[in-house]
């Protein structure tokens, strides 16, 4: 590595710390964008580039080469976006005068349809834990928090006590896009309300613990207890659709919208930058609004 390899490399270190510091990106997003930042300077040292002189063709050459590495399309998409915003911020930092990615075209990215439960698929996941010990009123009152507000997972385990608002039945959202706060609807509330008064203060062993869901040992708890737990219950309810967390998220939206919610509601409780995230949820009201036409039209 030269000397402008060591450079770029504290403009990296610089770019990834405005990141989490300026933008507040949670620990999943900050990791997405220094491995594609890192990808990238690679490249650039591999093929003896400047990054600082570096031009639109250059950079067009450079996702020519993630195509025949065969990476997906959103990969590369995503990509484009992280080294995009790399170089906005040696626009912003006054470390160049133009941005090399003007005229690069982001690869279209065919929008994936999100897997859905049915309403009463989510009943039937929801009943099965049982409030007959510490881990069935945390599981109960967890299922229902992430059904009722259609946070990302890492959202969720990212959570303090101190985020709860029982009284006000809603809860505060710090980390994505930005800080937002959610309504709690009354069942969730009731879970939630039970397991802060009579498992969490249990489970806990140190009294400076804050996160708001806690494993067994009283730490916080992972994204891949999360996972565990929801796959645990989607088995005991005899379910055969995949669920992830990830899944109760799509159905929450997709639940609100069919019932009449506004669009713009549900991307501010989603915490979508862009309204075009959310709007892949309106096929399924649409699907719904085939089932009342043949339901109800005396011709259908």
Not at 118 to 134: F, H, N, R
Not at 218 to 235: N, P, S
Request: hydrophobic share 35%; glycine share 4%.
């Amino acid at each position: 590595m030269d000397w402008r390899g060591y450079v770029m490399e504290k403009q990296i270190k610089l770019f990834l710390e405005f990141l989490e510091n300026d933008k507040k990106l949670s620990a999943n997003t900050l990791q997405s964008y220094k491995r594609d930042i890192t990808q990238y300077q690679e490249y650039i040292d591999k093929n003896g580039l400047n990054y600082l002189k570096i031009n639109h063709e250059e950079i067009d050459k450079y996702f020519e080469s993630l195509k025949d590495m065969n990476k997906k399309t959103s990969t590369i998409s995503r990509n484009l976006a992280t080294i995009r915003s790399f170089y906005q911020f040696l626009l912003r930092t006054k470390k160049i005068k133009k941005d090399p990615t003007i005229g690069v075209q982001s690869p279209k990215v065919e929008k994936k349809v999100p897997s859905i439960l049915t309403s009463k698929e989510v009943e039937l996941l929801l009943e099965q834990p049982k409030s007959i010990d510490l881990k069935g009123i945390r599981d109960k009152a967890m299922l229902e928090f992430a059904y009722a507000t259609g946070m990302r997972v890492t959202e969720i385990i990212s959570l303090n006590i101190s985020d709860v608002n029982l009284d006000q039945s809603y809860v505060v959202c710090n980390a994505g896009f930005k800080k937002r706060n959610i309504p709690l609807g009354s069942i969730s509330l009731k879970a939630l309300k039970d397991y802060i008064e009579k498992a969490r203060p249990i489970l806990i062993k140190d009294e400076n613990v804050s996160a708001l869901f806690v494993n067994i040992n009283g730490k916080r708890l992972t994204r891949q207890g999360f996972w565990k737990i929801v796959k645990f219950y989607k088995e005991q309810a005899h379910i055969t659709k995949d669920i992830t967390p990830h899944v109760l998220r799509h159905s929450f939206a997709t639940h609100l919208l069919q019932n009449g919610a506004d669009l713009k509601a549900i991307q501010t409780m989603l915490g979508h930058s862009d309204i075009s995230s959310t709007q892949v949820y309106m096929q399924f009201q649409n699907e719904n609004l085939k089932d009342i036409y043949k339901k109800a039209h005396p011709r259908a």
